[in-house]
């Protein structure tokens, strides 16, 4: 295994003998294996001390971080820079660090459930688009700065895709013997985006570089497409109540994709751009972009409408064959003759959904995650070393392997904060801020007998004191992306 293997190999290099020869595995006539007893001698466990450290920046740090003066009034921007969950690179553009990397590839996970539970087919196509497509539909030009262009050595010009209209209708126009049987098409990908944004701000939610999920239809008939695009919108309104993000599906403008019909899901926040008119007396909510600006009442009941802001996390577009026709994407029809076909096209912003979902949940100083996407469901916390409670030590190591025993699908999502230098409540602060959904402590109460742990649930705000067993069932009903 990479545990006994390379990783093992590596860290003799700093290890010290005496350290070696109290591991209970190595005197017990086990493989030895030098990362257990860095774990408390319990076999694989996830430990904090070895991880990419919790930053805890202040507020001026974060601020010189991203070269900025004055405040950082987004939320979520502030609270992933100081606890180290993104680190600028360029203006719009971050790394992810590991623990955004786990809960993005959670919320991939669950866009993908969601896509392929309507018959998605996911695809990935480069991000390097010649420009040739891009004059085909004049969106070269029409594009403007937002497009981020280069030329390779040979002159040849290229964009970096913001979207992928175009790639993907050539594509399926290159299938020559598509036939309506095979339809309706749901493609798919999650990739890089790229968008020249003149002022990239509020971190992860407003980037020049981010991860977008487009698809694209195609189906034979324009009532087969409605179909379609109701059944896309569906799932989409499945994904966000998964994550238990309140969102609004809002009448949208078209904008530069083209098309005849479009909707945006929104998360209504105060730090978001777009701002809503919803309707409270019906379903009806709408961007101001799409209204009249002296229209104060709802167009279907008459109703005042209120205003509010939100975050755009999802888009839909229903196109017709304004892209088909121009790179003749056809299939042959029920009578055998050629018909192009009609299409739609649907984004959700991958990072932005993530951010998003970080400003909307999260206190001001605490982040908190939709339950699925924490990129670890449990924390352990042992006690502090020399203290009155350091015999439970113990105890959290067996806790750990029988939580390992007891719920194989909470395998690599708990966390050991070894750090036992630190005092419980110090390690507790940080575990606040990360935001795991369940803290667990062995304090005093860890040495009555029976023994009981201080569990706190982040996302209900409740702190109990559970015995072992009743840790394990209360873990078990964690449900993991
Ligand atoms: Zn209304």
Redesign the pocket.
């Known amino acids: 295994s990479l545990c006994c293997g390379v990783m093992g190999r590596l860290l003799t290099r700093w290890r010290t003998l005496p350290v070696l020869a109290t591991c209970s595995r190595h005197l017990s006539g086990y493989v030895p294996c030098r990362l257990h007893h860095r774990t408390l001698g319990r076999g694989k466990h996830l430990v904090l001390s070895r991880m990419f450290q919790p930053q805890n920046l202040r507020e001026d740090q974060v601020l010189s971080l991203e070269g900025r003066s004055g405040d950082l009034t987004c939320k979520s921007q502030r609270l992933m820079l100081q606890v180290g969950l993104i680190h600028p690179a360029s203006p719009g553009c971050y790394h992810l660090l590991p623990y955004t990397v786990r809960a993005l590839e959670k919320l991939v996970r669950v866009i993908d459930q969601e896509m392929q539970a309507i018959g998605g087919q996911k695809v990935n196509m480069p991000s390097l688009s010649p420009a040739d497509l891009w004059r085909a539909t004049n969106r070269w030009d029409l594009m403007g700065k937002e497009l981020l262009r280069l030329r390779d050595r040979h002159g040849k010009e290229y964009c970096l895709g913001p979207t992928h209209e175009e790639a993907i209708t050539a594509l399926v126009a290159s299938q020559k013997t598509l036939s309506y049987k095979q339809l309706p098409f749901l493609l798919y990908q999650v990739t890089r985006k790229f968008r020249d944004e003149p002022r990239p701000r509020f971190g992860l939610l407003r980037g020049r570089e981010f991860y977008m999920k487009d698809m694209y239809t195609f189906d034979s008939s324009t009532e087969a497409a409605q179909q379609t695009y109701s059944l896309v919108c569906g799932a989409y309104c499945s994904l966000f109540s998964r994550l238990g993000l309140p969102f609004v599906k809002v009448q949208a403008d078209v904008g530069s994709i083209g098309g005849t019909m479009s909707h945006e899901f929104q998360l209504p926040v105060d730090v978001g751009e777009d701002r809503l008119a919803v309707?409270l007396?019906?379903s009806?909510s709408a961007n101001m972009e799409t209204l009249d600006l002296s229209q104060t009442h709802?167009p279907?009941?008459q109703?005042p409408l209120t205003e509010t802001k939100g975050i755009e996390v999802g888009h839909t577009f229903y196109l017709g064959t304004k892209y088909s026709s121009i790179f003749n994407a056809q299939f042959t029809n029920i009578y055998g003759k050629p018909s192009l076909a009609e299409m739609g096209c649907y984004g959700l912003g991958v990072t932005r959904i993530l951010a998003a979902a970080i400003e909307v949940l999260s206190t001001e100083d605490c982040i908190r995650w939709p339950g699925l996407l924490a990129p670890y469901q449990v924390c352990l916390i042992p006690p502090k070393r020399g203290s009155k409670e350091e015999a439970a030590t113990e105890l959290m190591g067996s806790l750990h392997d029988h939580i390992a025993e007891a719920l194989p699908q909470l395998h690599g999502e708990v966390l050991l904060d070894d750090r036992t230098h630190l005092t419980i409540g110090n390690r507790l602060k940080d575990a606040n801020k990360l935001g795991y959904p369940f803290v667990i402590i062995a304090g005093k109460r860890a040495l009555e007998d029976p023994s009981h742990l201080e569990v706190w649930c982040q996302n209900t705000g409740e702190v109990v004191f559970l015995t072992k067993e009743g840790v394990v069932e209360l873990l078990s009903t964690v449900q993991v992306a």
Do not use: P, T, W
């Open positions: 309707c007396s019906c009806f709802c279907v009941c109703g």
